[in-house]
């Protein structure tokens, strides 16, 4: 299993994800069978909660890929963090498609 880093820029607060340790050579994001199945679909909402990376850690000489490098990366190494949920499930099992219900930290 691959492990990712958690990034964060404080200029522009984009985040991402980088793999730190690949689990063979040439594994990552699209190609580490932890992250995605061989029918494409992500694993995470197959089998439930992962372990969260590491991180996230303030990086000020990391390039943000969005802002610095405008989209040219690879995405088999960094992706972008979209959103973070994080929460409590109480239910049959961790899985999206078990019975159960979702408990999900609000602050306003």
């Not at 040219?72 to 019975?99: E, I, K, L, T």
Request: hydrophobic letters at 30%; aromatic letters at 10%; one cysteine or more.
């Amino acid at each position: 299993m691959c492990i990712s880093e958690h990034y964060t820029d404080p200029t522009c607060r984009h985040t991402w994800a980088r793999i730190c340790q690949p689990c063979g050579p040439g594994m990552g994001f699209t190609t580490c069978p932890s992250f995605f199945g061989n029918d494409g679909t992500c694993m995470y909402a197959r089998r439930g909660a992962k372990p969260a990376p590491r991180g996230p850690f303030v990086v000020y000489c990391e390039p943000c890929p969005v802002c610095d490098l405008r989209g040219a990366y690879d995405r088999n190494a960094v992706r972008v963090v979209v959103g973070v949920r994080r929460g409590v499930r109480a239910g049959a099992g961790p899985g999206r498609g078990d019975p159960g219900v979702d408990f999900t930290c609000c602050v306003m």
